[in-house]
């Protein structure tokens, strides 16, 4: 039986997940940096340096480096990340394969609707890091 997540579900999934974002989530997220990591790298590898860039962000605003962006931005981001994290979402991450696809779906969504803020931070980080050298 196949299962195809639609954009809609992949957004509904994202605004629910923002909206229910709390400081222990996004305090809890910052803890499994490396689970984060391990996830992207190993079942969602075309998004690795998405993944990190979502991770970063996150983490930048939460110890106030960056506060350029609207909250609703960090809570989209933290939820997408947390949403990753979950093996029982939409589709159980235990089924083989198909149990990736709306991970996938809740990446891309994320990074669509995130894609101005993502640029914006990208652009200022890379303004520090040139800075600092």
Request: with cysteine.
């Amino acid at each position: 039986m196949k299962r195809k997540v639609t954009e809609e579900e992949a957004l509904g999934a994202i605004e629910d997940g923002a909206r229910k974002i709390t400081d222990s989530d996004i305090e809890d997220l910052l803890q499994k940096e490396q689970e984060v990591q391990r996830k992207f790298k190993g079942l969602l590898g075309r998004f690795i340096d998405d993944g990190r860039i979502l991770f970063e962000m996150v983490k930048d605003y939460w110890h106030k480096q960056y506060r350029e962006i609207p909250w609703w931005t960090v809570a989209a981001a933290a939820a997408t990340l947390l949403y990753v994290l979950n093996p029982m979402d939409l589709i159980p991450d235990f089924i083989p394969f198909l149990g990736l696809v709306d991970d996938v779906m809740v990446v891309s969504v994320c990074l669509y609707m995130l894609e101005n803020d993502i640029a914006r931070y990208l652009r200022w980080k890379n303004t520090r890091k040139t800075e600092e050298e």
